[in-house]
């Protein structure tokens, strides 16, 4: 039997909880958590767990989540695409993305998704959902992520993203593939949604392909929506609606749909999200990088739409990308009184309710008989820590700070910042060589 007891660290629970308990612990058997409390208590109530690992000086946070990721990102680090640089939006998806995606084969698929979750761990993101995609590797590429995903030991929803950029309706068919996979395992590391490109890049008929599956799987749509300005242009010229209307016309929405970015939206594609309780996924990093606006994310979660945090493939930091949304609406706003709340709200609330209407687990919070998904964080605190502060710690501070030990389902997967079960030197020595061919492959 796997059983521990993690003693002696700042334990901030999240989820219903609104205490942090100072020399906190956890018992922890098989793959969930099975009680919590002080040290001292539990050390007493569990005397034959005769494992310990001590969190002294550190925090113990749950699991951290992304909910929007590109693992086939990673290997455009360090190329830049010859000729001039892109200077627009439909420019860098030309000149970068779509030519990196065509060149991918089946084995960078896997270690461009491997490389990014061994950063997960680092970073104590434990479950991420991807948007992938593979044009010319695209029948069993999300097999192949869902290998990575076992294989280093976090979560991950996962899908292909349909468009007609090549040949009408591509992706469908591998979409389709892998939510008849996922019903049929039901595990709880992977989870799956309808992937669609964007508005832009997929006629009606294709959307309306799109619809059956998810209706048949009974899952939500994870699309772009209006990241740059082409998105909302193309709609109006070819459906004199803008994008989010168009969708929601079509039935691409819903409590499960997500919508990334949703920068050039007007009030009334927000009153839409709304009222079809689609939810907005905000990649602030991303969309800096891009130049491609900011999301009014501040007036939507005002009105009441449920806004999640991604990182886009930038990173797979969510702290730091929680900060940078914090500080990009405070500037964005004229205003210091600002996204104090509604920053770590997306990541700390949010995205668990997201991820929660996909995986069969309940994420994002530590309580007895949930999964035991967390991280303890190199973090001793120099002022007083307790839930009132926690925010001003975890914006300021925490961002900076380092993961010691990552665990999901109950298996650590990293132990004093060691990898217990990956060869982290190895799969970057491969990554490194099937980078350089694929660099060659697209200039
Ligand atoms: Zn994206």
């Known amino acids: ?3 521990y007891l993690i003693t002696n660290g700042t334990l901030i629970p999240l989820g219903s909880s609104q205490e942090v308990i100072q020399k906190g612990a956890l018992y922890i058997k098989d793959d969930k958590i099975e009680d919590l409390g002080k040290t001292s208590d539990l050390v007493q109530k569990y005397p034959q767990v005769t494992k310990h690992l001590d969190a002294n000086k550190k925090v113990i946070l749950p699991g951290l989540i992304c909910a929007h990721h590109h693992l086939y990102s990673t290997m455009a680090r360090g190329f830049s695409p010859p000729g001039s640089p892109a200077s627009n939006f439909q420019e860098i998806l030309e000149k970068l993305w779509w030519k990196l995606d065509y060149a991918l084969s089946e084995e960078d698929v896997y270690y461009s998704a491997i ?3 061994i950063e997960c761990i680092r970073n104590g993101t434990t479950t991420i959902v991807d948007h992938h995609a593979s044009p010319n590797c695209c029948d069993g590429s999300l097999d192949k992520i869902a290998e990575a995903t076992l294989d280093s030991g976090i979560r991950a929803s996962l ?3 349909v468009t007609d950029r090549h040949k009408p309706g591509q992706g469908i068919i591998e979409s389709e593939r892998f939510l008849k996979r996922v019903s049929e395992e ?13 508005s832009f890049t997929v006629s009606d008929e294709t959307l309306l392909r799109c619809r059956e599956i998810a209706e048949k799987y009974q899952v939500g749509y994870h699309i772009h929506v209006a990241e740059g ?11 004199k ?3 989010v209307e168009r969708l929601v016309n079509r039935g691409i929405c819903g409590e499960k749909t997500l919508f990334a970015h949703c920068i050039h939206i007007d009030e009334k594609e927000m009153d839409l999200l709304l009222q079809t309780k689609t939810t907005v996924l905000h990649n602030p990093e991303s969309n800096m990088n891009n130049a491609v606006g900011v999301a009014q994310i501040l007036k939507m979660m005002e009105k009441g739409i449920r806004v999640g945090l991604g990182t886009d493939g930038m990173s797979s930091h969510m702290p730091a990308q929680m900060r940078v949304a914090y500080l990009l609406h405070r500037l964005e706003n004229k205003d210091p009184r600002v996204a104090f709340l509604e920053a770590p709200k997306m990541l700390l609330e949010n995205n668990p309710s997201i991820v929660n209407q996909q995986f069969p687990v309940k994420l994002g919070a530590l309580e007895p008989g949930g999964p035991a998904d ?3 964080w190199d973090y001793c605190p120099a002022t007083n820590l307790d839930f009132n502060s926690f925010l001003g710690h975890f914006i300021f501070a925490m961002p900076q700070a380092t993961v010691d030990t990552t665990i999901v389902g109950g298996k650590i997967l990293m ?15 491969r990554s490194r060589e099937l980078a350089t061919e694929l660099h060659r492959r697209i200039t």
């Open 229 to 239: 300005p082409g998105d909302v242009a193309d709609s109006l010229s070819k459906y």
């Open 415 to 429: 132990q004093n910042k060691k990898l217990l079960s990956l060869d982290e030197e190895r799969l970057c020595a």
């Open 186 to 198: 039901k595990s709880p590391f992977l989870a799956s949604c309808l992937g669609i490109h964007a």
């Open 1 to 3: 039997m796997n059983e």
């Open 159 to 161: 899908c292909y993203e």
């Open 115 to 117: 490389i990014p979750m």
């Open 241 to 243: 609606v803008r994008p």
């Open 374 to 376: 967390l991280a303890i």
